[in-house]
């Protein structure tokens, strides 16, 4: 008798991917790209906020995405701003498609569904060592948002 395999859909946000930022982004990148690699019995859903059609296909290309592939696939969630993201929009799509584990970096979304187990990844803390070097607005947002995602993920990632 064979046994049933469980298929967890699982959703990692990627809308720092390609944007030429700094050592974070290459550590996320690869580790999106090996979780992908390594573990083919989940669903992933690689969420991000980027129309660009160029954009999308250089990030498809860049994770070796088989584009028939329907258990690992870009989700392009169009958004406001940050803001609307992470109050709506994220929020609604892991409840909709019933996301049960979901890797993100730094800030979480302003509520997670009970049933979604929360990964975050947490780079560097140098808005805490070296307050000085951050803008007033960003250190006051980093300040308030970050230990409330820590709080409220599952494992964090550092």
């Given at each position: 008798?064979?046994?049933?395999?469980?298929?967890?859909?699982?959703?990692?946000?990627?809308?720092?991917?390609?944007?030429?930022?700094t050592?974070?982004?290459?550590?996320?990148?690869?580790?999106?790209?090996?979780?992908?690699?390594?573990?083919?019995?989940?669903?992933?859903?690689?969420?991000?906020?980027?129309?660009?059609?160029?954009?999308?296909?250089?990030?498809?290309a860049?994770?070796?995405?088989d584009?028939?592939?329907?258990?690992?696939?870009?989700?392009?969630?169009?958004?406001?701003?940050?803001?609307?993201?992470?109050?709506?929009?994220?929020?609604?799509?892991?409840?909709?498609?019933?996301?049960?584990?979901?890797h993100?970096?730094?800030?979480?979304?302003?509520?997670?569904?009970?049933f979604?187990?929360?990964?975050?990844?947490?780079?560097?803390?140098?808005?805490?060592?070296?307050?000085?070097?951050?803008?007033?607005?960003?250190?006051?947002?980093?300040?308030?948002?970050?230990?409330?995602?820590?709080?409220?993920?599952?494992?964090?990632?550092v």
């Open positions: 008798m064979s046994k049933a395999v469980l298929t967890i859909k699982r959703a990692i946000d990627i809308r720092m991917l390609g944007h030429k930022r050592g974070d982004e290459t550590v996320f990148f690869e580790l999106t790209r090996e979780i992908l690699r390594q573990d083919q019995q989940h669903e992933y859903r690689l969420l991000t906020n980027e129309t660009n059609q160029e954009a999308l296909t250089l990030l498809h860049r994770l070796e995405l584009p028939d592939d329907s258990k690992r696939k870009i989700v392009v969630l169009p958004t406001r701003n940050r803001f609307w993201w992470n109050l709506f929009t994220l929020p609604m799509f892991l409840w909709q498609e019933k996301i049960t584990l979901f993100t970096q730094y800030i979480l979304p302003f509520w997670v569904p009970s979604t187990r929360v990964v975050d990844h947490v780079h560097d803390v140098s808005f805490c060592a070296l307050p000085e070097f951050i803008g007033k607005k960003d250190l006051f947002f980093l300040r308030l948002l970050i230990p409330r995602s820590l709080r409220m993920s599952t494992s964090i990632v």
